[in-house]
């Protein structure tokens, strides 16, 4: 039985069709950059979250950038955000000159811990960035309740979590700014790199909106600093097609996560997820001792499976001293030891999950 991690053949086979038309369509107008289809997935994203506005960009780390840029954030000036993430999160906030400050997660959701959040806030403070870790939002009301009483902006990383949803909002559309990933492993993703900025703040969505072509207020016409951040029309294409089953695939999504969470039950640690919210399972993810030779095991046995993600950004040599951190980071630097990403798609049946489950069990009863 042959096992993908993410099985993105058979997500393009049900909905080649479509996706091909889609693709022919920009061939024949040539609109290659800011075609119509940029308008109407903005549209269309717009609607699915709630959002007023919808701007795509080149890249989820795009999307992060241009957000920073659009609440001017200057250097010197700290965001708050967890250590345990993709480095982009705090890539940004260093390429503008400002200051990482990293609060420990959860030590079951793997998400920012927003009760460590208001001590980590000095005068320098201008924005709070949580990460929506694996699909699941963290507890964004109480973050932002902390950022309202400290007037600071706050910035849902949210490129493993489109189509989630927290308290019945839909994460992007649950702060001043939400930013997703259209990366192609991503729960809603193209063939190749793109992502998306949302907000119901005009002057925020007029200044990304400049941003991502180069500051420009009309053509040729610079109102502030800006970069090449569009998201090319081709791609934008591609996510539309996607669209088509979108809703199926996070029905899908949910279905297997819970099936996974019953199959592993009291056998394997795994990540929770709250009772308020939806994950999408941008990755499924347990939590092993011994990994490494875990990993070896289940690879020889055709079981693919990753890490997201083994050094936690407080230890990256990058950011020693660009970065603070607020207290400890226990619980970042313990999982990040232990996490495991199993395979997970919507097309991934349950045989497959059964024989996945089965081999780590056997597995872990040998370690």
């Not at 250097?75 to 390429?95: C, K, N, Q, R």
């Not at 208001?118 to 932002?144: C, F, H, W």
């Not at 499976?305 to 950004?313: E, G, K």
């Not at 400890?328 to 996490?339: L, N, P």
Request: hydrophobic letters at 40%; proline letters at 4%; one cysteine or more.
């Amino acid at each position: 039985m042959a096992i993908q991690f993410i099985d993105l053949k058979a997500q393009y086979q049900a909905l080649k069709q479509d996706i091909d038309a889609r693709i022919q369509r920009v061939l024949d107008h040539g609109q290659y950059i800011m075609g119509p289809e940029v308008t109407e997935l903005e549209t269309r994203l717009a609607d699915y979250t709630g959002a007023s506005h919808c701007i795509t960009v080149a890249s989820g780390t795009e999307a992060l950038l241009i957000s920073l840029m659009a609440i001017d954030l200057k250097p010197g000036d700290e965001v708050i955000t967890t250590p345990f993430t993709f480095v982009a999160t705090a890539e940004v906030i260093a390429l503008l000159g400002a200051v990482p400050v990293f609060v420990d997660i959860e030590p079951d959701t793997c998400n920012i811990d927003a009760s460590k959040i208001e001590a980590a806030i000095t005068a320098k403070t201008r924005a709070i960035m949580p990460v929506s870790l694996y699909g699941q939002p963290a507890d964004m009301d109480e973050i932002n309740e902390i950022a309202a009483r400290h007037n600071l902006v706050v910035i849902e990383d949210a490129a493993q979590s489109f189509g989630s949803e927290y308290k019945g909002r839909k994460s992007c559309n649950l702060s001043t700014i939400g930013c997703t990933s259209f990366f192609p492993s991503k729960p809603l993703g193209c063939y190749g790199d793109g992502g998306a900025i949302f907000t119901s703040d005009p002057n925020l969505a007029k200044a990304c909106k400049e941003i991502r072509v180069h500051g420009q207020e009309k053509r040729y016409v610079h109102s502030r600093i800006g970069v090449g951040g569009r998201m090319d029309t081709i791609q934008c294409a591609v996510v539309l097609g996607k669209l088509e089953r979108f809703n199926w695939e996070i029905e899908q999504r949910l279905k297997i996560g819970a099936r996974y969470n019953a199959l592993l039950k009291d056998k394997v640690q795994i990540v929770t997820q709250r009772n308020d919210r939806t994950s999408v399972f941008a990755q499924y993810t347990v939590i092993i001792e011994n990994r490494a030779a875990v990993q070896e095991a289940l690879k020889g046995q055709g079981v693919p499976t990753a890490v997201h993600y083994p050094v936690p950004l407080n230890r990256q040599s990058a950011y020693a001293g660009l970065s603070r951190v607020s207290g400890a980071v226990t619980h970042s630097e313990w999982m990040a030891d232990r996490v495991m990403s199993l395979p997970m798609s919507a097309d991934l049946d349950e045989s497959q999950q059964e024989e996945i489950v089965h081999r780590i069990i056997e597995t872990l009863s040998k370690d």
